[in-house]
């Protein structure tokens, strides 16, 4: 039985089932150490029986670092074990680096593509832009060193990175409207020098087939023949 939070008492009884002796037993505590290893936070502590297992605190953070769990020397702890002993838990962490995208343009309007942090040697996909510049096309992004396309993967070195979009005159572009008869489709602004693409048109009607698209105007008008 317990008395209060730390005194145990045990009863033995005679034959008469009375009292004939009581023995008071305190339980012998053990103190695990915690060293949080980020340069600001104290050591703290906790306090556990003999003989039982320690409850796990919450994980601690520290900013742009991820906490890799506690070490008992160079091993993992396991918080199921049972304490016997005084012992010192240190956090193990793996520093983080920053990944920022920056317009490269004070004219730029749009808010900046979001990326976690990540630790060296770990990949992410760079983003696609989502800045925008009157006059301006995206062209690629560049860490200071290499050009990177939205989509490419991207390995981190043991450093912060910033991608900063590159821009490029904006091209001539012409208006291509896809039509059957007076009906628009669809319409795209195509770069000059390129050919416009039917992709995504619906170019279904009912009890015909499609054949071609038609030239119907000299810049413009692109219409459906079936």
Known sequence: ALIGEDV??????????????????????????????????????LDVIDGTAASQPADPTWAHHRFDGWYNGASPYDWSSTVSGDLTLTAHWTQLYTITYAAGDGTATGDAP?????????????????FAVAGKDFDKWNDGANDYAPGDTYTMDAANVVLTAIWKAAADKYTVIFKDGETTLDTKLVEVGSNPSDAGVDKTKALSTFAAWQKDDADIALDAAF
């Open 8 to 45: 145990f008492y045990v009863m033995r009884t005679n034959s008469a089932c009375s009292f004939s002796e009581i023995n008071i037993i305190r339980p012998v505590y053990r103190t695990i150490t915690l060293e949080y290893a980020d340069g600001a936070t104290p050591d703290g502590s």
């Open 114 to 130: 979001t990326q976690v942090d990540k630790a060296e040697g770990e990949t992410f996909e760079v983003a696609a832009n989502t």
